[in-house]
Structure formats: structure tokens, C-alpha cells
């Protein structure tokens, strides 16, 4: 790891070994939050209770903070402490540490958001501890918390994006929980469509030939994304449900609903995935005779930056709390889920780790849920925290290592934005497959 020079390296291990004792000195009030937030279980938007054992967090459990309820959206809140040390007239570091609190429909927090808060409101605990000591930090630094609601659906990140809510952050920390630790997972971009057939009711057996059926619309649709999977790209994605039939066996449905999410490993290659896919939709329309409408959801989720440096760091002080990253190539280099996340990497540098909760179960699972809720889960959740509290020590001690994350996301962002460039200008289209090829979503 790189230093600025013995004493600073002396003070940021003490800062290290500090923020870590204040994270296991709360560690009760912190799993109170998380078991809290677990209990409640709220969907996309609807996290007002949530919303609100955060900010009590952050005004009554801990001191210090500067609070905001309601930060842009009505259940995101954000929590500032600082700005302390260096000149009171220079630069200021603004580090950020995310969490998210939402839940799934049905199976509550099967994707373990309540840890993922628990790391956030961790993280900063021990941030704040172990700069709050410091006479004379290296340079001024303000540590900032956001709460970032509906990642589940929605988008809120790239809501708060919109309305320049993580204006004036420097780099953003997160973790998610997963079955297995990995400072990085190539997450995928991601689209959602919901689409709508209407045909005309009839009675299905006197005169169904009178009636348009609905139900055939959205089967056909089915079938024929099911067929385009053959000529799909090994790591696109595409899958969904229908969510509405019709009403009863005798009556030939007037209506049917479906809804699919469309993956792609680069933002790039979601608008070739998505015209296969509408031709498939509307196809299914002109055959039966239905119209059809398609919604695509209020946002797309882009894919993760990669940020080299965060993540080497990131690596080497988690090995130093005992923690063992995963090996297996196909996990690490297998695109899987998406979030929300990936958006905010392209307008902030920041690091999305994966962390073990002590259980095998998959996520979006009722196995998951009970693990995310557990004793046992406490223990990694808090190391995680520790390990990204560690992380950004790193960057706030060492100048170069904060250039270095700096030039990373420039160069990451730069090689995004050329390859969508190049495959806008190259008339590669969605018939010309050429080009290169656990999270929440």
C-alpha cells in the first residue's frame, strides 16, 4: 500500500485501529437498526419507516450530525459531519457512504438492504470516530451519509442524481450482501418494459370467434423472446412475467399485461436487446390483432465503473481483517444483477463490494431473508463496514491514492463513453451480433 511518510502512516493506522473500535462499540445500536429496518420491510418509495429509524439514527442514537429528512425525495435523508481539519479556506474531501432500505414484494428483505443500511450508518460511525480525535487531519474532510431509497424498482439513486443530490461528493462507498466476499462484481445494465395487449371480450364458448384474445398476444410475446434467447449473446439477458391473463375461463380476455427486464453487460448493447425485443412484442400484436402499448420503466440502470484502485484497497484491508475474496472466475467475471449504482459510478468515483452473511441461501430467496435478519449475519456486516471505513482512510491519508482514484473513474468513464460512441457510429445493429460482449435488481 502506498504512504506519505512514516508519521502520517503511524496516524492512519491509529485512525484505522480507531474507527474499528467505535463500529464494535455500537455494534448493538447498529443491529438494533438493521433488526428495526429488517422488521418493517417496505417496498420502493414506501420506506417511510425506514426512512425515519435512520434519521432518529443519526439525530438521537448518534451526535454530531447535521440531518436532513426528505433529502430530494420523500424517503431519502441525508446526514453530513465535518467539514473538520486542514485549512479552514481550502479544498474540502467529501466522502460519502450510502445506504439503501428497500424491500421485495412478498419476501421482504430478501436482498438484505437492511444490511446494506446497517454498513452505511457502520461506516460513518467509524469515520466520524476515528477523525473526531485528530488535531490536525491531513487535509479538511467531511464525511457524509445518503439514504438511497427504491433500488429494488425505480431507480432512486438516479432519482437524486437528477436532482443533484450527491453534488459536491469526492467518492461513495457501499456494500451489498452476497454469498460471497468480491470487491467487485461485474453488475449489468438494465431496462424494464412493461407491456400491454388489448383485444375485445367475448364469451369463449358461445361466439369466441367474435371476441380478440388478449392472452394469445401476451403467450406469443413469451414464446418468442423464449426463441430469441437462441440467438442471444451468452451474457444478455432477458426475462419476466405475466402479470395479467384475464378473468375468467369463459370470457375471452380483453386484456393481458406483461412485465421483462432486459440485461446487457454494457449500456451499450441494451438498445440492440431492446429492439429484438420490441419486434417480439409487437409482432405478437399483429398476429392476433390486439394493440399494443409499451412503458419502459422511468430509468435505465447502467452498468458498474470498475475503479481500480478503490478496489485493490479495498482487497488488501479487508485480507487484513481476515476477510477471504472469492476466486472463482466464473463469479467474478459472470455479469448477474443490476442497481442503481452503476448510474451513480458515472458521475462519482466509488466502490460497490459483495459480502458474505454467513449462509449459502441465494438471494431473493425466504432463506435469505431469515439470514439477512440474523445473529450471524452481525459479524460480517460489521467487517465490511470496517473494511470500507479502512478504504477511505487510505484515499484521505495518501494525495497520490486519491488521484489515482480520480484518474481511474476519468479513464473508466472515457472508455465507457468512446465504446457507445463507436458502436452508435458503426451501424452494428441488433442483427449484427459483433462488438464486445449478486447484485439487488
Known amino acids: 500500500m502506498q504512504t506519505a511518510d512514516k508519521c502520517n502512516q503511524d496516524q492512519l493506522q491509529q485512525c484505522k485501529q480507531k474507527a474499528g473500535c467505535c463500529i464494535d462499540s455500537a455494534k448493538d445500536t447498529l443491529f438494533a437498526l438493521s433488526k428495526d429496518i429488517w422488521s418493517c420491510a417496505e417496498l420502493a418509495y414506501e420506506e417511510k419507516q425506514s426512512h425515519d429509524i435512520l434519521v432518529r439514527f443519526f439525530t438521537e442514537t448518534e451526535k454530531g450530525w447535521s440531518v436532513e ?14 467539514p473538520t481539519g486542514g485549512n479552514a ?39 466520524k470516530g476515528a477523525l473526531e480525535p485528530l488535531v490536525d487531519p491531513p487535509v479538511r474532510v467531511t464525511v457524509t451519509v445518503i439514504g438511497t431509497p427504491a433500488e429494488e424498482e425505480g431507480g432512486g439513486k438516479i432519482d437524486l ?14 456494500a451489498h450482501p452476497s454469498q460471497e466476499d468480491a470487491a467487485y462484481l461485474p453488475d449489468m445494465a438494465e431496462d424494464d418494459v412493461t407491456v400491454k395487449y388489448y383485444g375485445k371480450a367475448s ?71 431492446r429492439e429484438k425485443a420490441e419486434q417480439c412484442f409487437r409482432s405478437a400484436a399483429m398476429a392476433t390483432g390486439c394493440r399494443v402499448e409499451l412503458q419502459y420503466g422511468p430509468h435505465e440502470y447502467h452498468n458498474i465503473l470498475l475503479n481500480k484502485t478503490l478496489t485493490r484497497l479495498y482487497e488488501e484491508n479487508g485480507k487484513a481483517l481476515g476477510i477471504e475474496f472469492t476466486t472463482d472466475e466464473q463469479v467474478l467475471n459472470t455479469p448477474s444483477g443490476s442497481t442503481d449504482f452503476g448510474n451513480l459510478s458515472f458521475v462519482v468515483p466509488g466502490i460497490h463490494p459483495y459480502f458474505y452473511i454467513g449462509t449459502e441461501a441465494l438471494n431473493h430467496t425466504e432463506e435469505y431473508t431469515a439470514a439477512a435478519g440474523s445473529d450471524k449475519a452481525q459479524f460480517f456486516t460489521l467487517r465490511t463496514a470496517k473494511t470500507l471505513v479502512m478504504t477511505a482512510l487510505d484515499v484521505l491519508f495518501n494525495p497520490e491514492l486519491l488521484k489515482q482514484v480520480k ?35
Open 203 to 273: 364469451h369463449a364458448a358461445a361466439y369466441p370467434w367474435e371476441g380478440i384474445n388478449a392472452l394469445d398476444a401476451a403467450v406469443l410475446a413469451y414464446n418468442n423472446l423464449s426463441v430469441l434467447r437462441q440467438q442471444l449473446k451468452p451474457d444478455w439477458r432477458l426475462h419476466g412475467i405475466i402479470k395479467h391473463g384475464g378473468v375468467k375461463p369463459n370470457i375471452i380476455p380483453a386484456f393481458s399485461e406483461l412485465v421483462f427486464y432486459l440485461r446487457t453487460p454494457k449500456r451499450r448493447d441494451l438498445p440492440f436487446l
Open 407 to 441: 484518474e481511474d473513474f476519468r479513464l473508466s468513464k472515457l472508455k465507457e463513453e468512446c465504446e457507445v460512441r463507436r458502436e452508435n457510429g458503426s451501424g452494428s445493429g441488433p442483427g449484427q451480433w459483433g462488438g464486445a460482449a449478486s447484485a439487488s435488481r
Open 89 to 127: 479556506g481550502g479544498d474540502t474531501l467529501n466522502i460519502g457512504f450510502l445506504c439503501e432500505y428497500d424491500a421485495l414484494p412478498g419476501i421482504g428483505h430478501a436482498c438484505g438492504h437492511n444490511l446494506i443500511a446497517e454498513v452505511g450508518a457502520a461506516a460513518a460511525v467509524g469515520m
Open 161 to 174: 442524481i437528477e436532482a443533484g443530490g450527491f453534488e459536491g461528493l469526492d467518492l461513495v462507498f457501499m
Open 69 to 82: 429528512s426528505h433529502y430530494k425525495l420523500d424517503t431519502a435523508f441525508r446526514a453530513t459531519w465535518g
